[in-house]
Structure formats: structure tokens, C-alpha cells
């Protein structure tokens, strides 16, 4: 039987080949462009009208674009009169030149021209920090984590707003202390009353921890229940020096603040609150104890029911009147709330189905290994469950980056508002002001929107990939 | 029984409490949770009545018998400024459910095309379609609004020079492109017809879109009694159908035969009283149209913008849900001996739906939150109506904003107990 397998030798039975045969190349009439035409394109009678309607509508829509924005347009000038047709002598694409004009406005809106560096800064060091935490080769993923999310956020605060906020009361003034502290008296800008209230307030905070941890958890909880709070209240320290300390910035008050810097201000805010948040709702929702399970949808299914413009209304007009009268609160900052709130809900519903998807195996699994509840969140669960929602949060992402134009409804004015008061100048008043704005904002929006889904999509497939092996 | 070591040990003494006891850990969490929300909605309570008081600002809803003194562009129902602030709410929420209704209408059609566009084994048409949809996608909704209103609709020609939109347009300008590309011979029977149908009813210019109006004379309401009488009488000959397939396993024509008493009843009506129904054609009078149903521009660009950017949204959803129906499923029908039409509807698209309702039901309650962008355009929808003029006028925020958010909180859960019923009517039954 071995002689069989050789295919030199004869079978024993002549009529069945010894050797499997090269297959035959396809018929001719399979092959080549003009049978993938045939397929993709001419296929029968009505495929043939598709196609034709499709490369009339491709006719119909490509070349006035490119005649508008390219070949039509006029690219130099200093005001209106060189996108007038009567004036250029053709017909007039889009006119770059308003663009050029008002640049400064669509990036940084009224941001006082000396102090755009700090903008500008801010714009660098993001894209410095972001590029490499995107890179999957790049090392130092954890530093570079935690740079971007805890102290990236905290320099870009002191820098845009120019920090050296004159603190004056921290928990024990609030609570009708102050008299304890020498008001008024200053070291090196400082407020002493500032800064003793706040020593006072964290150790008195470490003492009450700890006592209650070991009413709770016995003697040997104490001590670590104290260290904790003092290491949260350390970095909440360090937090509020960075604000109160004066570097020599001028102060820039958030409403000269415009264009793609709010918009930027605004998408990025509601991403970084609403992972955690949204993680924690989520982790509510599942709970098993009835009043946290129940805050938690009521206020998920509220935020998620209503408007996002109705939220910022909410903020701008509503929440003021929930607070103590002598607190004012920052036309920008409002709007961040309502964003903020809004964003935390829907993104408690994406991490919620990812909590889902996890078998009860690794629930148990945990269990079996001795992890009290808190770890096997930490370790187990929630690591597996964010991997498997990504494109969802990518998504949330860019849900919110588009929904920060509504911030132009509560009068902040983001690229779109700072596009429309653009449109107001008579300066530039042409018949194709309009579309080339809308035309280069809507290049900008898509550029972003379409470069998150795109970097979503490839990782997606490499997570997927991992999970195979 | 003597061994110590198998008795359970006694608890060490001052330690009866133990954070690892989950009945003691979650009655410490509720009762902090219960006492923060407590604090939490004291405070707001005392804070906003101590506000209100100081800012002089009214409370309750007394308001809403107040005269509103603004006028509303379109209204529904009859309106005007000396009626309450309560009719205008009323009149804001019939103009959001107008545009949410066309809008879903219009999205629904345009994203089932796009959809099935996209799975087209066409490349010209598959490119168009991806294209559309990640244009659509990828733009916000409010820039999308604002730029068919400020850029396309305003650049629309006046109402003297408006484009017509019907069969007389189509004629005059297939025989203009013929008589351009050198066959004028051909063109004259284009421009026949153009001018044998006559002036075009549909007019579009930068006041809005200008429609014929259907005019009911006396007796039209025989018209309806017939339309509905055929609507129950269809209904009752589904439930019969389907019951005597069941048992018998015949086929009757349920949908031809529904379609026909349709038509012919209302018609045959209609017949009987002498066709009172006509169409009042909008004519151009001086500068402006008069006759006819005129629509406010703000209307055309938020409906326009909101079912193209739903469209693109439903175009992925329907590709994703036919995409999930296996392709066993096709084959196996094939084998049974179906052709492609009973295959698609009584075998693909029944499990597509599944698929594709309970996240286009999300959509429709997108496209229904987002018109109230409208108000970046002048739409008076509610939001604009009520959250925006109204609440200018009266200063009364709470009331308001609580009035507005809870319209579209009740859209939401009627809709959720819907879907939810809808799901576990269509979910599969599992043994």
C-alpha cells in the first residue's frame, strides 16, 4: 500500500489516479477586469442603470467641489474685495483668505494675543503626550497614563487660566472656623489661613478615618485608613498649591476663551470625568444593594432621557439656583458640568454591557482565588470588560466631541459659535463666505470624528486578534 | 465531641464588628448613600428658595395661565400672543412631534436605502453609499443644521425665481440637456410634455418650501368613515387568514387584498358624493405665493439635516442586521425551495428585524431629543418655545426646565415600554 502514496508507481487499480492533478486554471470569461466588471458593474440590466446613476451623481458632485475649493478659489488677499467676483474677473470658489483672516479667532478665540504661547503650549504638550499613549509599541505606557491624566490636566488648568487663585477658606473656614486662622496675613503669595486650615482639616480628616476603621475593622485598620487619607489629601494638596501659587501668569478669564480651544476644553473635560464616573455608575447599577442600584438608573436613565441641550440649560440656568447664593460659578465651568454629567451616564450604559459580557466563570473564579470584591473589580473583571467595549467608548468619544458645538446655544463660543460670529464680519462679506466656513469646519470636525473611529476600528481588530491567540 | 479544635472558635471579644460582614457593609453604605442624597436635595431646596426669594423670581406654575405675548411662527393649532404661555407649550411640543414624525419618516426610507446600498455587490453605488454614511456621521448635527439653514437655504433664489420641483421641471430640463449635447431633435417631445403638464404644484425658494393644499368640501367625511371601514375590514381578514393558514395551511392574499379595499372603498366613496376633495395650487402673486400649504425654511433645514444625519446612523444598523442573518439561513430557504422574494421577507428580513429594531428605536429617540437644535435656527419647537422664549420672559427656571425635560423623559419611557413589549414579542423562543 506504501508504493501508493509515491505517485510514481501505478495504482493498483489503473483507472484511479496516483497523483492529485494541478488544478485548471478558471475559463477565460472568469478572469480579469472585464469579468470583475461584470460583476461588480454590469451585471445585468438594472446594475447597469445603478452604475450609471452612480457616476453621474459622481459627476454631478466631484468636480464643483474641486472647482470651489481648489481650482476656484482665491488663496491670497486682505478683505472681501478679493473673493468678488465683479472684482477677480471669474466666478469664485471658496475664499480662503476670510479663513486666513480669522484663524487666530477660530483657534483661541479672544485670548489676548501676548498669551496665545500658553495655548499653544497646552496644544503641544497634549499631542506629545497622547501621541505616544496611542503608539501600542511605545514604552512607559503606565507614566505616560499617568502624566496625561493627572498632571497634563492640572499644568493645562494654570496655564490656560493663568492660576494664582487667591484661596482663602478650606474646610474649617467653610464650616464657620475662621477665627482660628490669622486672616489676611501672606507668605510668599500664599494665604496662611489657606494653608493652616488645610493642614488642620487633613489631619483632622486622617483622625476621624481612623477611628472609624477601627470601630468598623479593629484595631489594625486604623493605621492604614489614615495613611490613605493623608496620601489623597497630599496630592489634593499639591493640586491646589499648582492653583494657588503665583507663576507670573496673567489671568485669563474663561470667557475670552473660543474656538477649538473650547471646543477641545470641553471634549476632553467630558472624556476624562466620564470614564471613571461612568465606570462607577456602572459598578452601581450591577450592585447589589437596592438604594445604590436605584440612585444609580434613576440618575443614568434621567441624564440619558433628556436633550444634552436641555442638561446645559440645567447647568447654566437651574443649577445656580441649587447652590449658595454668594457662589458664582464660571459660565465655562457650567457647561462642563452639564457635559459632564450627560457623558457620565451614557458612558455607564457602555460599560455596563461589557460588565455583562463577562462570564460568571471569572466572578467565581475570583471568588475561588480569595479576591474580596474591590480586586476582583480591579483585577479581573473590569480590566476584561473595558477591553471588550472600546469601539463603545470610542464612540461615546466622538458623540461628545460632536456634541460640544451645543455649547453655542448657552452663548460660549466653540469653533462652530466662533465660526458664526466670523460669518457677522462685513469685512468679509462675500457671496462664498459661508461655504468656505462651513466648508473648513466641517474638514476640521471630520478630520477629528473620523481619525478617532478610524483609530478605534484598527483597535479593535489587533484586541480582537490578541484575544484569538 | 471532647476535640475543641472542631467547635467553632468564639469571636475575639471588642470585635463583634467586622467590615468583611456584607450585612454590616451594606447598611453602612445605604445609610451614608441615603443621608448624602438627603443632605444633597435639603440643601438644593433650601438654597433655591433662598435664591428665588432674593432674585424676586416667582414660584409654581401659575404661570402657565398667564398671557404669553410672543408670536409663534407655525403653529398647529390655532395660536396667537394673547393666549397663555401654557397654549404655547403646547403649541412647541405639536411642532417638535411634526419634525420628529417627517424626520423619522424621511431617515428611516434614506437609511434603509443607504444600508442596502452598502451591501450592493456594485462598487460605484457601495463607495457612494460609505461615503454618505461617514460623512454624515462623522459632522455634529447642529453644524449640519446650521449649514442647510445659513449657507443652502438662504442661498435658495427668492420666491419670484423659485424652482419648481414636479414632472414640468424634469421635462423642460431632460429637453434643454438633449438640445445641449446636439440632439435637438429628440427634444421637442420633452418639451411637449413639459408644457402638456403644466405649471409644477411644489415650489422651493428661501422663505421655505411652498406645497399644493388638499381642500375638503362637503361630505369628505364619508371619504374617511370608508378609509377606516377599510382599514378594520383588512384587519379582520389578516386575523382570519392567518388563523385558517394555521389550521389548514392556505394561503390567502392578505396584502393584495388589504391594498385593494384601500383604494377602492375611499374611492368608491368619494365617487358616491361627487369628489369634493380638491387641491389648492399655490400661484405666485406679486412677490410672494399665494394658495397652498407654505412651510417656514426653519422647518425645511432642521428636517433635512436631522433625517439625513439619522439616515446615516440607520444606514449602518440596517447593514449590520443583515449582515447578522447567517448565510445558511439564505441557502437553506434556497434548498426548500423559495425564490428570492419569499426568501427575503419571510426569512432574512424577519430575523434582520430583530437585529435592527431595538437600536433603530434609539435612533428615532435621537432624531427626537436632537430637533430641539432646532432652536439654534429659530424652529419654534419646545425647547425654543418654552425653555427659550418663555423662559426669558417669566425667569422661572426650575418650573421650566423641569416642564421641558420631563416632555421628553415621558417620549423616552413610552417608547422604552414599547420596544420592551416589541422585543419580547419578536425574541426567540428558546426550548
Partial sequence: MSDSTSGQALSPHAFVSAAFREPEPPPTSDRGPLRWARAHLFGSVPQVLLTLFGIWLLYAVIPPLVRFFITDAVWEGTNRNACLPADVGHSVGACWPFIWAKINQLTYGFYPADERWRVNVVYALGALLLLPLLIQKAPYKRLNAIVFFGVYPVLAFVLLTGGNFALRHFLLGYLGFDGLFPAGAEVGGLSVAFWADFILSSALLALVAAGISRAVAGPGAGRGAARSTLIVMALLGVVLLAADVNFGLVPVETRLWGGLLVTLVIAVTGITVSLPFGILLALGRRSKLPLVKISSILFIEFWRGVPLITVLFFATYMLPLFLPGQLTIDGLLRALVGVALFASAYMAEVVRGGLQAIPKGQYEGAMALGLPGSLMMRLVVLPQALKLVIPGIVNNFIGLFKDTTLVLIVSIFDLLGAMRAAFTDPNWATPTTLFTGFGFAGIVYFVFCFGMSRYSMALEKRLDRAQRH | ?431
Fill in chain 2, 1 to 431: 465531641m471532647s476535640d475543641a479544635r472542631l467547635s467553632d472558635p468564639a469571636p475575639p471579644r471588642g470585635r463583634r464588628w467586622s467590615w468583611t460582614d456584607p450585612k454590616l457593609r451594606s447598611s453602612v453604605i445605604q445609610i451614608t448613600l441615603a443621608l448624602i442624597l438627603v443632605w444633597l436635595a435639603w440643601s438644593f431646596y433650601a438654597n433655591a428658595e433662598a435664591n428665588l426669594s432674593r432674585l424676586g423670581i416667582a414660584s409654581g406654575f401659575g404661570f402657565l395661565d398667564d398671557r404669553a405675548g410672543f408670536a409663534i411662527s407655525q403653529t398647529l393649532i390655532p395660536y396667537n400672543e394673547n393666549m397663555s404661555y401654557g397654549r404655547a407649550f403646547l403649541v412647541g411640543l405639536l411642532n417638535t412631534l411634526l419634525v420628529a414624525f417627517f424626520g423619522i419618516i424621511l431617515a428611516t426610507i434614506l437609511g434603509f436605502l443607504v444600508g442596502v446600498a452598502r451591501l450592493s455587490k456594485n462598487v460605484v453605488i457601495k463607495a457612494l453609499a460609505s461615503a454618505y454614511v461617514e460623512i454624515t456621521r462623522n459632522l455634529p448635527p447642529l453644524f449640519q443644521i446650521m449649514f442647510w439653514y445659513l449657507a443652502v437655504l438662504a442661498a435658495l433664489p427668492t420666491p419670484r425665481q423659485s424652482w419648481g420641483i414636479g414632472l414640468q421641471p424634469i421635462f423642460s430640463g431632460i429637453a434643454s440637456g438633449l438640445s445641449a449635447i446636439g440632439l435637438g431633435g429628440l427634444a421637442a417631445p420633452f418639451s411637449g410634455l413639459a408644457e402638456g403638464v403644466g405649471a409644477p404644484d411644489v415650489y422651493i425658494n428661501n422663505r421655505g418650501l411652498i406645497l399644493p393644499r388638499p381642500v375638503f368640501g362637503e361630505g369628505s367625511s364619508g371619504i374617511l368613515i370608508a378609509l377606516a371601514v377599510a382599514v378594520v375590514v383588512s384587519f379582520i381578514i389578516a386575523r382570519w387568514a392567518k388563523k385558517r393558514r394555521e389550521a389548514t395551511g392556505q394561503q390567502f392574499p392578505v396584502f393584495l387584498t388589504g391594498l385593494g379595499l384601500i383604494i377602492v372603498l375611499p374611492f368608491l366613496a368619494a365617487a358616491a358624493v361627487g369628489f369634493p376633495v380638491h387641491l389648492e395650487v399655490p400661484q405666485l402673486r406679486g412677490f410672494n405665493f399665494a394658495g397652498g400649504v407654505s412651510v417656514i425654511p426653519e422647518f425645511v433645514a432642521l428636517l433635512i439635516a436631522l433625517s439625513t444625519y439619522t439616515a446615516g446612523f440607520i444606514a449602518e444598523i440596517v447593514r449590520s442586521g443583515i449582515l447578522a442573518v447567517s448565510k445558511g439561513q439564505s441557502e437553506a430557504a434556497h434548498s426548500l425551495g423559495l425564490r428570492g422574494g419569499p426568501t427575503l421577507r419571510l426569512v432574512v428580513i424577519p430575523q434582520a428585524m430583530r437585529v435592527i429594531v431595538p437600536p433603530l428605536t434609539s435612533q428615532y429617540l435621537n432624531l427626537t431629543k436632537n430637533s430641539s437644535l432646532g432652536v439654534a435656527v429659530g424652529y419654534p419647537d419646545l425647547f425654543a418655545v418654552f425653555a427659550g422664549t418663555t423662559l426669558n420672559q417669566t425667569g422661572q427656571a426650575i418650573e421650566i426646565i423641569a416642564m421641558t425635560m420631563a416632555v421628553y423623559l415621558v417620549i423616552s419611557i413610552v417608547t422604552s415600554l414599547v420596544m420592551g413589549w416589541y422585543n419580547k414579542r419578536v425574541a426567540l423562543v428558546e426550548r
